[in-house]
């Protein structure tokens, strides 16, 4: 064989690199030109058939009637998975749909190659669950049989951080420790790794790699957390009922600003609990949105807008959420309101840093670079933070949704050849 296949399946972004016998890596094209394909699904009820990545999400905001799921990644781990769900007449449990999804992988990734592709290395965050061993190994447990029962008969798995160093290690000149930053959608995860344009073609590396880990923190956890404040109180979020004794229930907001929750309002019965919340209701009109909201299934509407607000807040100090109801009254969001909103979940982060270094004995001082990658590493308040503690170490930066695709076909490379 003469390529090896390694696939970086995120909660936001998936992509497919290809590296050759020589050790030239690249990324396939999986959609037109783009080397990335959003981990988006859409069941479109009309024409029976599923579409992928970009399609999905156009064939969704088009209004089509039809089922559409993104970061389901993040049931990975959970009980969700196995859980059934009715796609029109058929039911699919979620590691069903997540199949659907690497079909598609796989038939785009051999249209490319002119052959079959039975091996694969898969990327895993350093946790799929934070602080559950079982639960952690059951999330790679039923990926591996997502992979193989589309026809991925051997299938190894990488932590995502030690594929990044793999690509950032080729093009070190000389020996450094380096801090590998990868933030995505779903999960931060860092490794500290001796790299070295000698040592890169070694089949063991373990001694080169000092410590791994990671938090179930990514950008998916920021899109909630600006929603939260800055959308979803006007949909009633943190309003009483009329006797002003109670708070309305908080689930249902909850799952509108999570990704991967938002389909259960749309099961039977929500809105009409939902009727009741709002009958109690000091501001109804603010329920009436809410029900209005899931009646259209505009759901993952909001959370695109929310997202793409958070994404401007990145380069902007304040931005107006593109909420799809011209008749509400302007959600404008500021770089401070989402800097508050996320403050926690930030400094989760930058204390698994802090962690990370005490598991390997070094002070910040001993780290030469940070290797930076994942699309959540442009969230200023999380850059900052993170490279505040290494204040004398040299910045690289990635392929920011790339590097950890090209990383794992040069681990597939070294495990297969
Ligand atoms: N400029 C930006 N500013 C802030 N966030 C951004 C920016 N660009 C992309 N993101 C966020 O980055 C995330 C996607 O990053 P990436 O593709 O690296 O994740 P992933 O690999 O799919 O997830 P994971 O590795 O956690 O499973 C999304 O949450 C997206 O909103
Ligand atoms: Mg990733």
Not at 42 to 52: G, H, L, M
Not at 68 to 96: P, V
Request: aromatic share 8%; glycine share 8%.
């Amino acid at each position: 064989m003469s390529d090896f296949v390694g696939i970086d399946f995120g909660t936001s972004n998936t992509t497919v690199g290809v590296s050759t016998a020589a050790g030239e890596a690249r990324l396939l094209p999986l959609e037109q030109d783009h080397q990335t394909l959003p981990s988006a699904i859409f069941f479109d009820f009309a024409s029976k058939s599923a579409f992928c990545g970009r399609a999905a999400r156009e064939h969704y905001l088009a209004g089509s009637e039809g089922r559409y799921m993104q970061s389901l990644k993040s049931i990975l781990g959970s009980s969700l998975i196995d859980e059934k769900t009715r796609i029109q007449s058929k039911s699919m449990s979620f590691a069903d749909i997540l199949g659907v999804f690497f079909a598609f992988l796989k038939r785009k990734t051999e249209a490319q190659l002119g052959r079959d592709v039975s091996q694969i290395v898969v990327g895993r965050p350093v946790h799929f669950v934070d602080g559950d061993e079982a639960a952690d190994a059951e999330a790679q447990r039923s990926l591996e049989a997502i992979a193989r029962k589309e026809g991925f008969r051997d299938v190894a798995f990488q932590y995502e951080p030690i594929a990044a160093a793999l690509d950032y290690e080729q093009r070190v000149q000389r020996e450094e420790l380096v801090l590998i930053v990868d933030i995505g959608g779903g999960t931060s995860d860092f490794s500290i790794v001796r790299v070295s344009p000698q040592r890169s073609g070694a089949a063991q590396r373990k001694d080169d790699i000092l410590a791994n880990g990671g938090v179930h923190i990514g950008g998916t956890d920021f899109d909630r957390a600006l929603s939260l404040a800055r959308v979803m109180p006007h949909l009633g979020f943190g309003s009483k009922t009329a006797d002003g004794k109670r708070n309305l229930p908080v689930h249902y907001f909850y799952d509108l600003a999570t990704w991967h929750s938002i389909n259960f309002l749309y099961r039977k019965g929500v809105t009409t609990d939902l009727r009741a919340v709002r009958y109690e209701a000091e501001r109804r009109d603010l329920v009436d949105r809410l029900i209005r909201v899931i009646e259209d299934r505009h759901g993952h509407t909001l959370a695109i807008a929310v997202e793409q607000s958070k994404i401007k807040l990145t380069s902007e100090l304040s931005t107006n959420v593109a909420v799809p109801y011209p008749d509400w009254e302007t959600i404008a969001a500021t770089r401070s309101d989402f800097d508050k909103a996320v403050g926690s979940a930030v400094q989760r982060v930058v204390e698994t840093v802090q962690g990370l270094l005490v598991d390997a004995s070094l002070k910040a001082g001993d780290i030469n670079t940070i290797f930076v990658t994942g699309g959540s590493s442009m969230v200023p308040i999380l850059r900052q933070g993170i490279l505040s503690l290494f204040p004398n170490a040299k910045i690289e930066s990635g392929n920011l949704l790339g590097s950890v695709g090209i990383g794992l076909s040069l681990d597939a490379r070294r495990k297969f050849s």
